[in-house]
């Protein structure tokens, strides 16, 4: 089935260790996603990509990098993860742009010790 | 600037009872599309329905049904004759069809307990 995967799906970092998740699809669409969600609270988004069109939201930490080498598969690296990067890290892919129903993975979570 | 508003942070009813979650939200465009997704414990954001800004017809889907109006900025979101499977943390969400945006505002979820 066409789908959007998340590995893994529970990742443990140590404080200042780089770390990073990976997100593929299969349902070829041209726009990927990263969120972060901290607990009892809405998906934030950090960045996007529309094809090899890297779009980055204002308020994402430097901390912060991603990299989408081809369609399918696109990465989250946390250079140097702190406490407060605890989270669950959510990938999404649509087809085109904004208006275009976004497709979630399961997420993966964040544990920084 | 845009927003979305879920009033409702909890909710708990009775197997079998209906409920409705609520959804506000605030835009300057003409051109808006809007989103509910379910979270349930596993984590995963599943996609319920999407409705553009011109399509206030209603729309029932098994158990669920949403009512989209206009005229007071809401998209509410009922679920008749709730089983405990619809547990889960519901987003309501809203994007606007700018060209050079990419950006899906979520409200801040009602987390739904449904007792046997």
């Known amino acids: 089935d066409a789908m959007v995967i998340q590995n893994p799906r529970y990742q443990v970092t140590q404080f200042g260790k780089p770390v990073t998740l990976s997100c593929s699809q299969t349902?070829?669409?041209?726009?990927m996603y990263w969120y972060q969600q901290k607990s009892s609270q809405a998906p934030k988004l950090l960045f996007h990509?529309?094809?090899?069109?890297?779009?980055n939201e204002a308020d994402t930490p430097d901390n912060f990098q991603s990299r989408r080498p081809n369609t399918s598969f696109c990465f989250l690296d946390i250079r140097s993860p702190g406490l407060g990067d605890a989270a669950m890290y959510l990938c999404?892919?649509?087809?085109?742009?904004?208006?275009?129903?976004?497709?979630f993975g399961p997420g993966t979570r964040l544990l920084v010790l | 600037a845009q927003k979305v508003t879920q009033a409702q942070t909890e909710i708990s009813v009775v197997e079998k009872e209906d409920v409705t979650l609520d959804c506000v939200y605030e835009?300057?465009?003409?051109?808006?599309?809007l989103f509910w997704y379910k979270q349930p414990p596993s984590g995963e954001l599943v996609f319920l329905i999407r409705?553009?800004?011109?399509?206030?017809q209603n729309e029932i889907s098994g158990r669920y049904s949403w009512n989209f109006q206009k005229s007071t900025s809401s998209f509410n979101f009922t679920i008749t004759a709730s089983q405990v499977v619809d547990s889960a943390v519901y987003f309501c969400?809203?994007?606007?069809?700018?060209?050079?945006?990419?950006?899906?505002?979520f409200g801040s979820g009602t987390r739904l307990s449904i007792r046997p």
């Open positions: 999404a892919t649509s087809r085109n742009r904004l208006e275009e129903t976004q497709y």
């Open positions: 349902l070829n669409h041209n726009v």
């Open positions: 990509y529309y094809d090899k069109d890297f779009n």
């Open positions: 835009t300057r465009d003409t051109t808006y599309y």
């Open positions: 409705r553009n800004s011109f399509d206030e």
């Open positions: 969400a809203l994007s606007e069809a700018q060209e050079s945006a990419s950006k899906i505002i």
